[in-house]
């Protein structure tokens, strides 16, 4: 009895909403088979989205996005509140995911050249996924309202404020005023929340549309370059011959990765934790050391390095040449071949670019630019000795902040060059040059030492390497 | 689209500009709305980048608490402050006493990328976390990537009491 009711609700729900209809040929389309493992990613991203979603808005409920109260209400979640430190935990593991997965999905793309035709637009829609993506995960870092969050906007309010004509406009647009103050966060808080999600859904849907309308590609194949006069029957064909329905011969795949990643972002939410929290957000206080979140370190190291005179071309010029260039991919070359092995160039790229992003990484990690405030006294066993005037000599060189710069024997800063074998390498007067004019990124110290305390640090550097 | 326009019948040249018309309307409505809805919108939105720069004395603390020579950190309240901006309302600036009466302050935001500088008293400089802006006593460039000098302040002495003119964040622009 129950069931022929049920089935007569369904079958008037399914008449009058056209489930059958819409959804299950979507679910149904037929794919090709030789896939396997490789189209998991994008999905993934989608699944990882969704933990976004879902976490985010938990979080919304608690967070309160004014400058004076969101640091309080980010402690309750993390330290009070019921699963509150494992939702700050999914969040953030959830971005990180999102956009190393958005990037393995971008990088697949690329490496088997689907972005071809007739497929450009899924490429390109992508690419305006993959921005979107990072810019949520950049407002997203400083909703993250401690003394790095603070300074984050700041540094992005200088880095818009290089932009010529308009750029102190764009700055007090993302400052919401002059200086960081109450209308700072909720800006942040309203792209995070409200418009790039907004972008996001609807990029998403086109993205899908798409994927549905040119079918998902094939596996790469050294014989089949693509010809934009014959492909789309070629394709129909192959997969009339060779094809299988999405659901549920491709779709477990999907299932599982997604199923593996969402354990990933929660045993991590669960095992490691959301990142503590800094000092309060105060712009008047200056005991912080502002970084990016891990993703963009490699970023964060580019703008250390470079030199000072192309550093505005490059904060300002790199990422909307990279976005063009990535953009515009398909419109250049929409046509040949597909395979890996046929297009070493592109595989170069790949390659080239993973090796830029680990070191640049490593480097930012390292931080050899910023001096170590936190260095401690040179130890007695690298002085050698603790009386006399190479004794006081070495207390000099780290009273007067040289160590923060100059490493000796492995205790210091990176920023200038290593001291340890200084003596072998410069003569007395040298040295006292050196200190005294500077010269070469180093500040001159003449005004700020005595003609004793100069002698003393010189004693001091001439044992080194002896 | 031109799968529904097929099962209309031809109509006659009355009815086409009747159709003309009503489309023309439909879109002239269309844009209406929007400028409705979007000129207030924008014009809240973008408010900030056309207001006056605030200028605001603040007071820093009394004359006699700064010791000659010495530079210290002192934080005060923005001068664009909102009510509700709780601790990001404050800023800070390194103040250092010159003379009995004359004070010179800077910002500390590295003129780079303006992360805070952190004076070094031994040294006499101020360094920069971020990406290792290093400035002289004076505020001139010592070492690093940053283009300018770090911005003063206004320091003025009204009684006993030390005021620094609290203004907008320092831009390093390219204008």
Known sequence: ?466 | MSGHNQLLPTAPPEQERRRSFLSWLTRGLAGLIGLAVTVPGLGFVLAPVFQKPPRRWRPVGKRDAFPLGATVLVEFEDPSSEPWAGVTATTGAWLRRVSDDQFIAFSINCRHLGCPVRWIAAAELFMCPCHGGVYYKDGTVAAGPPPEPLKRYAVRVRGNEVEIEAGPVPLTTTN
């Not at chain 1, 990180?96 to 393995?104: E, G, K, R």
Request: with cysteine.
């Open chain 1, 1 to 466: 009895m129950l069931p022929r009711r049920f089935r007569e609700v369904w079958t008037w729900l399914d008449d009058r909403a056209g489930v059958s209809d819409y959804v299950v040929p979507l679910l149904t389309h037929v794919v090709p088979r030789d896939a396997r493992w490789w189209y998991v990613f994008g999905s993934a991203t989608l699944t990882a989205f969704l933990v976004q979603v879902v976490t985010g808005i938990c979080l919304a409920m608690s967070y309160v996005p004014g400058g004076g109260e969101a640091y309080q209400s980010l402690k309750y979640i993390t330290e009070q509140a019921p699963f509150g430190n494992v939702l700050r935990g999914m969040h953030y593991y959830g971005a990180s995911a999102m956009v190393t997965l958005v990037v393995v999905h971008l990088v697949q793309v690329y490496l088997h050249a689907s972005y071809k035709y007739p497929r450009e637009l899924n490429w390109m829609t992508g690419v305006v996924l993959l921005f979107v993506v990072l810019g949520m995960a950049f407002t997203g870092q400083l909703l993250r309202w401690d003394a790095n969050g603070v300074w984050s906007v700041v540094v992005a309010a200088e880095m818009a404020g290089r932009t010529p004509l308009v750029g102190p406009a764009i700055a007090h647009f993302t400052l919401g005023g002059d200086t960081v103050g109450g209308s700072t966060l909720s800006r942040f808080f309203v792209m995070h929340v409200f418009v790039l999600p907004g972008v996001i859904f609807a990029g998403v849907g086109l993205h899908l549309l798409l994927l549905f309308r040119h079918g998902v590609s094939e596996m790469p194949n050294p014989d089949q370059p693509v010809d934009p006069a014959t492909y789309k029957a070629e394709y129909r064909e192959r997969l009339r011959r060779t094809g299988v329905p999405f659901w549920p011969d491709a779709a477990w795949r999907d299932a599982v990765f997604s199923t593996v990643v969402v354990a990933v972002i929660l045993g991590c939410a669960i095992f490691v934790g959301p990142p503590a929290l800094t000092n309060p957000p105060d712009p008047g206080s200056i005991d912080a050391n502002p970084m990016p979140d891990w993703y963009f370190w490699w970023y964060f190291a580019v703008l250390s390095l470079l030199p000072p005179r192309l550093e505005t071309w490059v904060i300002l010029g790199a990422p909307v040449l990279g976005f063009l260039a990535l953009f515009c991919l398909p419109l250049i070359s929409n046509k040949g071949h597909r395979a890996p092995s046929k297009r070493p160039w592109a595989v170069a790229v790949v390659i080239a670019a993973a090796a830029a992003f680990c070191v640049l990484t490593i480097y930012a990690y390292r931080e050899p630019w910023s001096p170590d405030f936190a260095v401690q006294p040179l130890p007695a066993s690298v002085v050698g000795g603790d009386q006399g005037p190479v004794a006081d000599g070495a207390r000099l060189v780290h009273r007067k902040g040289c160590l923060y710069c100059h490493n000796i024997d492995g205790h210091g800063g990176h920023r200038g060059p290593e001291l340890s074998q200084i003596g072998k390498l410069l003569t007395r007067d040298d040295l006292i040059i050196r200190i005294n004019n500077g010269g070469d990124n180093m500040p001159a110290f003449a005004g700020s030492i005595t003609s004793d305390e100069l002698q003393a640090i010189v004693d001091f550097l001439e044992t080194r390497g002896r």
